[in-house]
């Protein structure tokens, strides 16, 4: 607190001896003794120069001194009396600890005219109230300094914003509203009908006849204006009293420290004088970037008070989509860290996007300037925007197909798409088999909105094309016997998969036309679950002897003391599970290995090679989980081995 050291010193203030309680209690205040639970004294003193004014305050019930305040003209400090003695700048409104307020009162007049002169107060008014107006004006008018000093600092980075472009709410209406733009009609006669563009601002008549009767608009139809031949929508006079369309901007300035990026709320409102719109933009965020950090503000009520401006801002992202003003972007960006980012190009080329995201991105992973230039612009925008179902990137590569872990072709495919993080997955996975969708065929497929795995499980077996047919064929056959217009596809995505893969277990022709594409899916899926049940075990047992040979010689190793090799049979996982005590024994893990999603093998010592000892998943050549008894970790014995087998025999990945 200003001052508090200079005056109130607390090393001689901690000197002075405490007022005992006390003896007599000559005010009249004490009426009720249960709304009273605190008196207090009040003595002055100099200190130097300086008069100084303490007020001890006593818990009735206790009959002994809680704490006492130190005032002077400028300032007060509260020493806390019980033990351990302490400092606080708390006011009297404050100390709760004591339960303060009405329940306080002097203990003598004497006491209360002291107060009552130290601060010049009328000599009739409270003590308690004069010393706590006291503690709220000073409080208040350290609060307004503090905010004075935050606030001249922030008007002060205000001053190198530039005024807006003079053509900024004409690009606002003509780009950003780009959608809001309508045809507000009136039916003159049966074949007449006269309307008002609000796009170009002209009005427009349609003549309905028989060669013509695509003219005969209707309310909130879709059409083209033409006079400027602008998409719009039809609206009918009277019908449509209130309409609002609401967007995003935002703009991008030199500063001279680097570049400033202000995000604006835009309204454009359409009342029953539809012929002159109001247009609304209000500005809500400013970020000044100077050099690697952002500083945010944004327009709203400073702190607790009634001030509605600039204020310091710690959100981050807070326009999700904007449309972004491109006539200045590459002025505002030169000789900053960011001249190459290529912010431009994407704004010319998509509608909205998140420039602050887009920004973050590109200061962490420069490598966002390829891609850019690769036009991926709806990968980029969908990638950058810090979802779930993000793709993590190869940013470490020397080059763009590197980076992104296509080859050229499905990279040439996702420019001639634009494709974004779900067409970039799709086209991926089906590559990882070999695989080359149609651009049309990318598309049937998400429209399915089913599974990706399943749809690459299945393409296994079936080409792109009869795939999405079978699919299509067997939807319709199931809209038409339920009468439901739910599109089913994902569900018969699951059964198809599942029907296919049983097959395959039990050793069918999985190039027979007649497995593959069966007419009653339902049907057939359920008899061959049925035959899989009754064979399953026969079926696995057979997979895991035929995996033996394969997996050893590619697998097994030996050195110092222990081993590794292929289990010889189903009942032999299912023991090595039993034994130690974890969760490869189960259908599951041995499900999968039969179909050749993981592989299980065995870590034994050498003199005990029939004893279990640990167990190890594989998938995809990678070593996913060995765990010991009672699904324990590997213990350091186990460790070296483990690494100098990874380093054997993991170098190569497996032709699965």
Known sequence: MTGEAAVLNKRKLKLLAVEPFPAVIETEQFTDEKQIEFTFVARTFTIGNIKILMVTFFSLEKKQAMFRVFFDKVTFIVELLTLPRKWSNATLEWLRDWNMGSGAVCADEQSADCIR???????DASPFFIMAEFQKTLRKNQLAARHKKETDKIDDRMKVVNPLPKNFDIWVNEVALDF??????????????????????????????????????????QGKCPKCSKAVIYKA?????????TTSAALMQKTPTGFLVRSFYVNKRYNSHYQNPTLEIAELVRDFYDGREMVSFEFTTF????????????????????????????????????????????????????????????????????????????????????????????????????????????????????????????????????????????????????DRARIVEILRFVTPHKLINYINRCSESWRQAT??????QDDITIMWDDYLQ???????????????????????????????????????????????????????FAWKGMLVRSP???????????????????????????????????????????????????????????????????????????AQWQKKKLKQRVDR
């Open 483 to 488: 009468g439901s217009y739910r599109t089913p």
């Open 303 to 450: 702190k607790q008070t009634n001030n509605v401006r600039w204020c310091r801002s710690q959100q981050k992202f807070r326009l999700d989509y904007a449309y972004l003003y491109t006539r200045n972007i590459r002025r505002a960006l030169a000789d900053t860290i960011l001249k190459y980012c290529c912010v431009y190009e994407l704004a010319k080329n998509t509608a909205q996007f998140n420039i602050y995201r887009y920004l973050s991105a590109y200061v962490t992973y420069p490598a966002y300037e390829y891609l850019v230039k690769l036009r991926l612009f709806r990968f980029i925008i969908e990638n950058t925007y810090m979802g779930k179902n993000n793709v993590e990137l190869n940013f470490n590569g020397k080059d763009s197909l590197s980076i992104l872990g296509i080859n050229r072709i499905q990279l040439r495919q996702m420019q001639r798409i634009n494709g974004g993080i779900a067409q970039y997955k799709l086209i991926k996975a089906v590559g990882e088999i070999g695989i080359t969708l149609k651009d049309e065929q990318v598309d049937c497929i998400l429209r399915m909105n089913t």
């Open 502 to 556: 049983n097959c395959a277990l039990l050793g069918y022709d999985m190039k027979n036309k007649f497995v593959l594409f069966p007419r009653d899916l339902k049907a057939r899926h359920d008899e061959v679950m049925l035959l899989y049940k009754a064979d399953e075990s026969d079926v696995l047992n057979k997979a895991i002897v035929d995996l033996c040979d394969p997996l050893q010689n590619r697998y097994g």
């Open 568 to 642: 010889v049979s189903v009942d032999e996982i299912v023991a090595d599970g039993h034994a130690l005590r974890h969760c490869v024994g189960t259908g599951s893990y041995i499900k999968n290995m039969a179909k050749g999603k993981c592989f299980i093998l065995f870590v034994r010592r050498i003199e005990k090679p029939d004893d279990p000892f640990f167990t190890v998943e594989l998938r995809y050549n990678m070593m996913i989980q060995c765990r010991g008894s009672n699904n324990c970790g590997m213990t350091e014995e186990v460790k070296p081995f483990i």
């Open 117 to 123: 002169l130290f601060f010049g107060a009328d000599m």
């Open 237 to 245: 006079v009277g019908k449509t009293k209130h309409l609002t369309d």
């Open 180 to 221: 809001s733009r309508y045809i507000y009609y009136k039916r003159q006669t049966r074949r007449h009908i006269s309307g008002f563009c609000t796009s170009c601002r002209q009005t427009v008549d349609f003549i309905i006849t028989q060669n013509t009767p695509h003219e005969n608009i209707r309310h909130n139809q």
